[in-house]
């Protein structure tokens, strides 16, 4: 009875295998992820079949974003419209839209429906701590509304001060509406809510999971970190709510992030980008022109915010990553905590540094996710003998998002260089076309430089055979971490 019983799941599990794996040969995925499917399958027979069902299913993305995506389309073209004025004076795009602008500009008009401004001021902000007095005060000034979401909110101490000051704004009228990811944020619990939704904060989870059913959303997360306030002031960047960004995890020490605070006609995108979340979350459609206020002169600065997720059409944050490394001329500063790049990144990194631009990485010492951290170095030797330099930061953990192309691009905002930001995860960045900024970027850049040490090749053939093992397995699995 028991034989009996075990061949009968013997074959079932095998036909199941045998079934699924032919459905992911019919999904045409991209031959990396598809091989690593399969190999899950076959090593991992039953802990394979789980996973492909609960997060690795293609075809359950359109019908889950479908209703966001038609919304998405509705909120941009009005913001398009209102801004289309500004695209029409092409003697200041003759003049000013040249060099590795004329690539990423356009390319993230079209692929994310993203307006170019020039009527902004930013402001970088390094680290947690003047990161989160700058949030406090923007929110203490609050006249009308504050729109928050963000990937991790923690019941921390710089928590509950970011929730008594949103309770304290909801106090005197300000309507104040927070989203937070599900899975990111799965430790907040009633005693942190309770008081915020009594005060009348509106404040929802971003795809809650639940089981058996959480398959589909459990993969597809928002990352943002997307604080916008009266319409005028935005935030976004690295850095979530939780008392690690200020140093306090004995474990990661120090913490090194970077964020930017703006003000200006781009946070119309960054407000527009929230309310097609909230909108997906509640069903609530928000359209009255008070949460697109007219703004007052700000400065000079070109920016661009663009969104990328799986309700996308196009990858564009990847794709503008992507062109600015290919355009390059002279240098590729890159930060990220996660180096799991695909094979175009790979292939543009490692062809600017082999054409003579001066291309350089920084990567933490030591890891707050093991099999990432194994993952990401598995790239080191392809991309160190290709005359990329790599960094090892060693003041702390590491965990800005930034690039510094040329003399006139920084990219700054939530989306690493990996396979996850890419593809799967909701993503936020700003892209600054300005010297001044670049000139700023350049000079933390040069400070981390100083706290990093640089890896060679010959140290990275060298390294224990333990470490090759890790990296080899991690690698094997990157495409679906």
């Given at each position: 009875?028991?034989?009996?019983?075990?061949?009968?799941?013997?074959?079932?599990?095998?036909?199941?295998?045998?079934?699924?794996?032919?459905?992911?040969?019919?999904?045409?995925?991209?031959?990396?992820?598809?091989?690593?499917?399969?190999?899950?399958?076959?090593?991992?027979?039953?802990?394979?079949?789980?996973?492909?069902?609960?997060?690795?299913?293609?075809?359950?993305?359109?019908?889950?974003?479908?209703?966001?995506?038609?919304?998405?389309?509705?909120?941009?073209?009005?913001?398009?419209?209102?801004?289309?004025?500004?695209?029409?004076?092409?003697?200041?795009?003759?003049?000013?839209?040249?060099?590795?602008?004329?690539?990423?500009?356009?390319?993230?008009?079209?692929?994310?429906?993203?307006?170019?401004?020039?009527?902004?001021?930013?402001?970088?902000?390094?680290?947690?701590?003047?990161?989160?007095?700058?949030?406090?005060?923007?929110?203490?000034?609050?006249?009308?509304?504050?729109?928050?979401?963000?990937?991790?909110?923690?019941?921390?101490?710089?928590?509950?001060?970011?929730?008594?000051?949103?309770?304290?704004?909801?106090?005197?009228?300000?309507?104040?509406?927070?989203?937070?990811?599900?899975?990111?944020?799965?430790?907040?619990?009633?005693?942190?809510?309770?008081?915020?939704?009594?005060?009348?904060?509106?404040?929802?989870?971003?795809?809650?999971?639940?089981?058996?059913?959480?398959?589909?959303?459990?993969?597809?997360?928002?990352?943002?970190?997307?604080?916008?306030?009266?319409?005028?002031?935005?935030?976004?960047?690295?850095?979530?709510?939780?008392?690690?960004?200020?140093?306090?995890?004995?474990?990661?020490?120090?913490?090194?992030?970077?964020?930017?605070?703006?003000?200006?006609?781009?946070?119309?995108?960054?407000?527009?980008?929230?309310?097609?979340?909230?909108?997906?979350?509640?069903?609530?459609?928000?359209?009255?022109?008070?949460?697109?206020p007219r703004q007052g002169y700000?400065?000079?600065?070109?920016?661009?915010?663009?969104?990328?997720?799986?309700?996308?059409?196009?990858?564009?944050?990847?794709?503008?990553?992507?062109?600015?490394?290919?355009?390059?001329?002279?240098?590729?500063?890159?930060?990220?905590?996660?180096l799991i790049p695909d094979e175009?990144?790979?292939?543009?990194?490692?062809?600017?540094?082999?054409?003579?631009?001066?291309?350089?990485?920084?990567?933490?010492?030591?890891?707050?996710?093991?099999?990432?951290?194994?993952?990401?170095?598995?790239?080191?030797?392809?991309?160190?003998?290709?005359?990329?330099?790599?960094?090892?930061?060693?003041?702390?953990?590491?965990?800005?998002?930034?690039?510094?192309?040329?003399?006139?691009?920084?990219?700054?905002?939530?989306?690493?260089?990996?396979?996850?930001?890419?593809?799967?995860?909701?993503?936020?960045?700003?892209?600054?076309?300005?010297?001044?900024?670049?000139?700023?970027?350049?000079?933390?850049?040069?400070?981390?430089?100083?706290?990093?040490?640089?890896?060679?090749?010959?140290?990275?053939?060298?390294?224990?055979?333990?470490?090759?093992?890790?990296?080899?397995?991690?690698?094997?699995?990157?495409?679906?971490?």
């Open positions: 009875m028991c034989l009996s019983l075990l061949n009968g799941f013997t074959i079932f599990f095998t036909i199941l295998t045998i079934s699924i794996s032919v459905m992911i040969l019919m999904e045409n995925r991209s031959p990396s992820r598809t091989v690593a499917w399969l190999l899950v399958l076959i090593l991992l027979p039953v802990i394979g079949i789980f996973l492909y069902l609960y997060i690795g299913q293609n075809h359950k993305k359109k019908r889950t974003f479908i209703k966001k995506s038609q919304q998405d389309y509705r909120i941009l073209s009005q913001l398009l419209k209102e801004q289309a004025s500004f695209t029409k004076n092409s003697d200041f795009f003759l003049e000013n839209i040249t060099g590795i602008k004329s690539k990423v500009i356009p390319l993230l008009m079209k692929n994310t429906n993203s307006p170019i401004t020039v009527n902004n001021e930013s402001k970088i902000l390094q680290n947690g701590k003047i990161t989160y007095e700058a949030m406090l005060e923007s929110i203490s000034l609050a006249e009308d509304h504050i729109h928050m979401e963000y990937f991790i909110i923690k019941d921390s101490g710089i928590g509950r001060r970011i929730r008594d000051a949103l309770i304290e704004a909801a106090n005197r009228g300000v309507k104040v509406r927070v989203l937070y990811d599900a899975v990111g944020s799965w430790r907040l619990n009633n005693e942190f809510l309770t008081p915020l939704k009594e005060a009348g904060v509106r404040i929802e989870a971003f795809l809650p999971v639940s089981i058996p059913l959480f398959g589909h959303r459990l993969n597809y997360r928002n990352h943002r970190k997307n604080l916008i306030v009266d319409g005028t002031t935005g935030f976004l960047g690295g850095i979530n709510i939780g008392d690690e960004y200020l140093g306090m995890d004995k474990k990661l020490g120090f913490w090194r992030d970077t964020h930017l605070q703006i003000k200006g006609e781009v946070v119309y995108v960054m407000q527009a980008i929230f309310l097609m979340d909230w909108f997906f979350v509640t069903g609530e459609v928000i359209d009255d022109p008070i949460y697109f700000c400065g000079t600065q070109m920016i661009q915010v663009a969104s990328s997720g799986p309700d996308s059409q196009w990858e564009a944050i990847h794709q503008a990553y992507f062109t600015a490394i290919a355009a390059a001329k002279n240098k590729v500063y890159i930060t990220t905590p996660y175009s990144i790979l292939i543009a990194l490692k062809t600017a540094a082999l054409r003579g631009v001066d291309v350089r990485i920084i990567v933490p010492s030591h890891p707050d996710h093991r099999t990432v951290f194994w993952a990401s170095r598995s790239h080191f030797r392809e991309l160190l003998q290709a005359g990329v330099k790599i960094y090892e930061y060693k003041k702390g953990f590491i965990h800005g998002k930034v690039m510094l192309v040329d003399d006139d691009f920084v990219s700054i905002g939530t989306a690493n260089v990996d396979i996850r930001s890419f593809h799967l995860n909701f993503e936020i960045n700003a892209f600054i076309y300005d010297k001044e900024t670049s000139e700023k970027m350049m000079f933390y850049f040069i400070d981390d430089f100083r706290h990093s040490r640089e890896i060679t090749l010959e140290e990275y053939h060298h390294r224990p055979y333990m470490e090759r093992i890790k990296e080899s397995v991690a690698r094997l699995f990157s495409p679906i971490l």
